[in-house]
């Protein structure tokens, strides 16, 4: 039978890769990968990682000489493992639709949360203060989403905000023909939006699209939502802007700087990165967890795909999800 070395194992990761696999021996490791534990993984011809494991180029050396030769991402994204080390080594699959509605539902939750000040109103009640000064927030409807990405996770938040009533434009390098939907540039969505919601992958391309200058476009009310992946946002630039009251809030479920510090319970420890410790103690802003995709339909899916890639590679079918370094 063969072994996956499974790397930064949760208990929700147990559970339901347990509950799906029938094929392989997996050896759960709690710790994140990286160059000084990818030795764990000798015996093992594939590994299991997630969006914060240090897939590096000295990572996959040492997994490659130990005869590992895939690595399975349970998830979308994979802008931390190096294509480029990789290739012609180790196959590298991933997960790329687990549940967009996932994402797209905690997206909208994360607005309607931050707009109608519901976790501080939360707080409020549970000390008996029923006051609902400090708790205005605006309505939805008639208001302009700018949703900047538009594939399987954009369209499930357009539809949501179609819902709402509200008017919708949307950025995208490949601009499609979506009923009730304008594509404009991303100066003009910055301009024209009330909520931006970002929905696209990490790139070269996409890293800081949201910065000082984007931020400066932006109506003093506009709220600014990211569920995609932290690089996306200038951190310091949004709280400077925060600070100075030249936007309205923002709703964060990933940070650029995270690795080590999500996913994990540091209630007991001092936190050292003094962005994400004025975040948190900014009103106007919610952080989650990296959480949105937390869904019991998305666990199972990422669950069944990973272990269904592994299978495929080792029947030696098409790898569908298999991602790969652009060629210079």
Not at 187 to 211: A, G, N, V
């Amino acid at each position: 039978m063969e072994q996956i070395a499974f790397f930064d194992a949760k208990p929700y990761d147990k559970e339901w890769f347990d509950r799906i696999n029938k094929d392989f021996e997996i050896r759960y490791y709690e710790g994140r990968l990286r160059p000084e534990n990818a030795r764990l993984a000798e015996g093992c011809k594939a590994v299991c990682a997630f969006v914060n494991d240090v897939v590096n180029a000295k990572t996959i050396e040492i997994l490659s000489k130990l005869g590992t030769e895939v690595i399975l991402m349970r998830c979308a994204g994979y802008n931390n493992v190096a294509l480029n080390a990789a290739k012609d080594k180790l196959k590298v699959l991933t997960v790329p639709a687990y549940s967009p509605y996932a994402v797209a539902e905690h997206a909208m939750g994360l607005i309607l949360a931050l707009n109608r000040k519901i976790p501080k109103a939360y707080i409020r009640t549970r000390d008996f203060n029923f006051s609902l000064v400090g708790l205005t927030g605006f309505d939805l409807h008639g208001k302009t989403a700018g949703i900047i990405g538009t594939g399987r996770i954009g369209k499930v938040f357009i539809d949501i905000c179609r819902g709402f009533g509200m008017e919708i434009i949307a950025h995208d390098p490949n601009p499609q023909d979506i009923e009730g939907v304008q594509f404009v540039e991303k100066e003009e969505l910055f301009k024209r939006s009330d909520i931006i919601s970002l929905h696209c992958p990490l790139t070269r391309e996409t890293r800081y699209i949201i910065d000082d200058a984007a931020i400066a476009l932006m109506k003093k009310s506009a709220l600014i939502v990211n569920t995609s992946r932290g690089q996306l946002i200038d951190t310091e630039a949004l709280l400077s802007a925060l600070n100075e009251k030249r936007i309205g809030g923002a709703a964060l479920d990933v940070y650029e700087e995270e690795s080590g510090l999500f996913f994990e319970d540091n209630s007991d420890k001092i936190v050292t990165d003094e962005v994400i410790s004025l975040l948190v103690s900014r009103p106007n802003v919610i952080i989650t967890s990296h959480q949105a995709f937390l869904t019991e339909e998305a666990l199972h899916n990422i669950a069944e795909v990973t272990l269904q890639n592994f299978k495929d590679y080792l029947d030696g079918k098409e790898l569908e999800n298999e991602v790969k370094a652009k060629d210079s």
